[in-house]
C-alpha cells in the first residue's frame, strides 16, 4: 500500500523551482530595462543636465547595473542549466520579474521628488509596465519630460512584454524558452510563428515596432510634436493610457483622435494577424473567429452609443466620441475625449461589460479577452443543450477546429478566478476607501483589467490620487495579476510553490 502511494506520488511530483537559475535570468532583464532608461535619461540631459530629474535617472541607472551584477556572481548560470526550466520556474520568472522592475521603475520617480511616496511612485510605475494608465499625478502637464516619457516608455515595453523582449534580445534558452514565453503571453494558448521560440519573439516585437514607427508618423504629420507623438504612441500601442495632457486625447484636433481610434483598435487584434497581413494575407483577419466577433461588436457597439448620444446633448461628435471610447474601452487603453460618467446608465453598463472582455488573445489589450469569453458562452450553450440531451457528445469549437477539455477547464478556471479577483478587490477597496459601490466596482475592474479609468470617483475625468495607501497596494496587486493572466502572480502565493 505504501509503495503504491510512493509510486504515485513520485509519478505526479510536482516540480521543483530552481531558485538560483530564476534569480540569474531575472538579473538579465533588469540589464535590458536599464538600458532602456537610458532613453528618458537623454531627455532630462537635453532640458537640463543638472536637473534633479537627471540626477534621479543616472543614480537608478547605476544602481540597477550594480544589482545585476551583484545577483548575476552571486547566481552564475552555465548552457546546461537551462535545460532544467520547467513551468514553474517560467511562472516564477515572469512574477518576480514584473514586480521587481515596478519596484526599480519607481525610483526616479522618488529620487527626482514629483511624487509625495514610494507607494505612489510604485503604483504609477506598476500601472505603466501593466499598461493599466491610471495615475496618481493631478496634473501631467507640470511633471518633467524625461518623467513623462519614462512613464509612457514603461507602456511600451509592457505592451508587447519584458519577457518577449528578453526572450528576442538575449541568448535563445533552447525548447525550455516556451515556458518562459508562454506564462506571460496573452489569450487561451500561447502561439508561435516560427519553429523556435527566439524568433517567434523577434517577429512580434518587429511588428509591434513598425506599427509603433508608423502610427508615430502619422501622429507627427497631423501636427503633434516628435515628443507627444512617442508618448502616445506608446500609449496607444501597448493599450496603455498614458497621456502628456491632463484632458488626454481630449486636448487634440478629430485627425488626431481618428489616428489613435485606428492604431487602439489594431493594438487590441492578435499580432499574429497582423504578421500574416504584412506577408501578403490579408484575408487571415477575418479567417479569425476571434477577430470577426471583435470587429463586429466594436462596429455594432459604435451604433448603438451613436444612436443614444445623438439624443442627448452630452457631445457635439455623437459619432467620433462613441467609437473612440468603445474602442479605448473594449481594447483596455483607457484613453478619454469625452467624460463618459455623464452619458446614459445603459451606456455606462455596456462600457463596464467591455471592461471584462478586454481585447483579442495575443493583443496588448488586457481583459479577459475576447477568445476565452467566446469559449465560455460556447460552454454555457453546451451545458444548456446537455441538460435537454445527456448522451449527446458535443466539442466546442474554436476557429473551426474542436478544443480539448483542457483548454476548456483552463478557460472556465481562468474566468471563476478573474471573477473571484473582482470580486475580493471590489469588497477590499470599499473596506479601504469607504466609498460607493459603483467607485469600488469599476475601480477593481478598471485595475484587474488594466484599463485605468473607471466610473465615480474613478471617472474619466478624475485620478488615483485620493486613494488611500492600502486602497493603492490592492489595485496595483489586481494591476500585476490581470497583466500576468493570473497565474504568474497568484503561483508566487502558493506553499508548495517553496517546497524543495
Known amino acids: 500500500m505504501s509503495r503504491r502511494g510512493e509510486g504515485h506520488r513520485s ?44 540626477g534621479a535617472f543616472v543614480l537608478t541607472i547605476l544602481f540597477g547595473v550594480f544589482v545585476t551584477g551583484a545577483l548575476r556572481w552571486a547566481s552564475p548560470a552555465k548552457k546546461k542549466d537551462y535545460e532544467k526550466l520547467n513551468a514553474k520556474d517560467g511562472l516564477a520568472i515572469v512574477g518576480f520579474t514584473w514586480i521587481f522592475l515596478s519596484a526599480f521603475g519607481a525610483l526616479p520617480l522618488c529620487l527626482s521628488q514629483v ?62 524558452a516556451f515556458q518562459l514565453f508562454k506564462a506571460e503571453s496573452p489569450g487561451l494558448t500561447a502561439e508561435r510563428i516560427q519553429p523556435r521560440i527566439k524568433e517567434t519573439a523577434k517577429v512580434l516585437w518587429m511588428v509591434y515596432f513598425l506599427l509603433s514607427a508608423t502610427e508615430t508618423g502619422f501622429l507627427m504629420l497631423a501636427g503633434m510634436p516628435v515628443f507627444d507623438a512617442l508618448c502616445h504612441t506608446f500609449g496607444t500601442m501597448a493599450t496603455g493610457g498614458f497621456s502628456t495632457k491632463n484632458a488626454s486625447m481630449a486636448a487634440y484636433g478629430p485627425h488626431v ?52 448620444l445623438s439624443r442627448t446633448q452630452l457631445t457635439t461628435q455623437p459619432f467620433r466620441d462613441s467609437f473612440f471610447q468603445v474602442v479605448a474601452i473594449l481594447t483596455t487603453t483607457g484613453y478619454t475625449t469625452a467624460d463618459f460618467d ?58 473551426g477546429a474542436p478544443l480539448s477539455e483542457r483548454l476548456i477547464s483552463g478557460a472556465t478556471a481562468y474566468f471563476i478566478i478573474f471573477i473571484s479577483l473582482f470580486l475580493t478587490g ?75
Open 342 to 399: 455623464l452619458w446614459p446608465h445603459a451606456l455606462q453598463f455596456a462600457l463596464i461589460i467591455l471592461m471584462f472582455v478586454g481585447g483579442c488573445g495575443g493583443s496588448t489589450g488586457g481583459g479577459m479577452k475576447v477568445v476565452r469569453f467566446l469559449v465560455s458562452i460556447k460552454v454555457g450553450f453546451r451545458s444548456i443543450v446537455q441538460t435537454i440531451f445527456p448522451n449527446a457528445v458535443l466539442p466546442i469549437k474554436f476557429e
Open 257 to 308: 483622435q481618428w489616428i489613435v481610434i485606428l492604431f487602439m483598435f489594431l493594438a487590441g487584434t492578435n499580432f499574429i494577424l497582423h504578421y500574416q497581413a504584412m506577408k501578403g494575407n490579408i484575408r487571415s483577419y477575418f479567417k479569425s473567429e476571434e477577430f470577426r466577433n471583435y470587429f463586429f461588436a466594436t462596429i455594432g457597439l459604435v451604433f448603438v452609443f451613436t444612436v443614444v
Open 115 to 176: 511624487v509625495p511616496s514610494y507607494t505612489d511612485a510604485f503604483f504609477e510605475i506598476t500601472s505603466g509596465f501593466t499598461t493599466t494608465g491610471s495615475t496618481i499625478f493631478t496634473d501631467i502637464e507640470v511633471l518633467p519630460r524625461g518623467i513623462l516619457f519614462w512613464r509612457s516608455l514603461t507602456h511600451w515595453i509592457g505592451g508587447m512584454g519584458i519577457i518577449v523582449l528578453y526572450l528576442a534580445l538575449l541568448p535563445a534558452l533552447g525548447q525550455n
Open 426 to 500: 471590489t469588497m477590499l477597496f470599499t473596506i479601504t476607501e469607504n466609498c460607493d459601490l459603483v467607485t469600488a466596482f469599476s475601480a477593481s475592474i478598471a485595475a484587474l483589467s488594466n484599463i485605468g479609468p473607471g466610473l465615480g470617483k474613478v471617472g474619466a475625468t478624475q485620478n488615483y490620487a485620493w486613494v488611500s495607501v492600502p486602497g493603492k497596494w490592492v489595485l496595483t496587486f489586481l494591476m500585476l495579476a490581470g497583466r500576468l493572466e493570473l497565474y504568474s502572480i497568484l503561483i508566487l502565493f502558493v506553499p508548495d510553490t517553496w517546497k524543495k
Open 11 to 54: 509519478r505526479f511530483a510536482e516540480p521543483i523551482m530552481h531558485k538560483r537559475l530564476v534569480i540569474h535570468i531575472v538579473s538579465r532583464i533588469f540589464l535590458i530595462v536599464c538600458f532602456f532608461m537610458l532613453l528618458p535619461l537623454g531627455w532630462a540631459v537635453h532640458d537640463d543636465w543638472r536637473s534633479l530629474e537627471t
